[in-house]
């Protein structure tokens, strides 16, 4: 016969709320309950009333995830990596930003889970092909800084995506004056200033 227990149920042990006696065969008496993250997991009766256990282990796991990222960043603080991370937060909230105007002065913004933990944007950098040489660049200069619209680039391939680039189009396509530059193989500070002192007045005109 087992020994009288006191039922908990339906009381709260910090996340843990406990919904009925876990009938295992033991001499220590065991409780369902279930975590304001979801998770069910049993608990030794004690344990809830002593304040030992909290949660499901989600608590830990957040707390972990918190000293990694302080420990993270503080290891990561001088790095290259790190100050991008910092200046797209600076261009993007800063109003006081000398390129603010340019970014979140028009509604660019840094997804959460970059904005809010380095680590995120380290693990994304590292499986992206991030080096020494190479950018952070938005794929869509009006999207936001975030996985889905950003990638590495060097300062040739950044300069074409820029907002301020001169794109012209001959024919049924649309490029970059300088990648036209490049298919007709003339300088392109030339074409460049040419552009500016006349216009596209035409393509014999700027190309010739």
């Given at each position: 016969m087992r020994h009288a227990f006191e039922d908990l149920s339906g009381q709260r042990f910090g996340r843990l709320v406990v919904i009925g006696r876990d009938d295992r065969d033991s001499r220590k008496t065991y409780f369902n309950c279930k975590?304001?993250?979801?998770?069910?997991?049993?608990?030794?009766?004690?344990?809830?009333?002593?304040?030992?256990?909290?949660?499901?282990?989600?608590?830990?796991?957040?707390?972990?995830?918190?000293?990694?990222?302080?420990?993270?960043?503080?290891?990561?603080?001088?790095?290259?990596l790190y100050e991008i991370w910092q200046g797209i937060k600076k261009r993007c909230y800063n109003p006081h930003d000398a390129r603010y105007d340019r970014y979140g002065g028009r509604g660019i913004k840094v997804c959460d889970e970059w904005r809010e933990d380095f680590s995120a944007f380290y693990g994304w950098a590292m499986q992206s092909g991030y080096d020494e040489t190479l950018t952070i660049d938005r794929i869509d200069n009006d999207g936001d800084y975030c996985?889905?619209?950003?990638?590495?680039?060097?300062?040739?391939?950044?300069?074409?995506?820029?907002s301020s680039n001169i794109k012209i189009t001959i024919g049924n396509a649309t490029k970059t004056l300088t990648e036209w530059?490049?298919?007709?193989?003339?300088?392109?500070?030339?074409?460049?200033?040419?552009?500016?002192?006349?216009?596209?007045?035409?393509?014999?005109?700027?190309?010739?």
């Open positions: 975590c304001d993250c979801g998770n069910v997991k049993s608990v030794r009766a004690d344990s809830l009333k002593a304040g030992l256990i909290r949660s499901c282990g989600c608590m830990k796991k957040e707390q972990d995830r918190t000293n990694l990222t302080a420990n993270h960043s503080h290891k990561m603080s001088g790095t290259r996985p889905e619209n950003c990638h590495w680039s060097n300062q040739k391939d950044q300069a074409r995506n820029r530059c490049e298919i007709f193989q003339v300088d392109s500070r030339m074409i460049l200033a040419r552009y500016h002192r006349n216009g596209f007045i035409g393509i014999d005109e700027l190309f010739n």
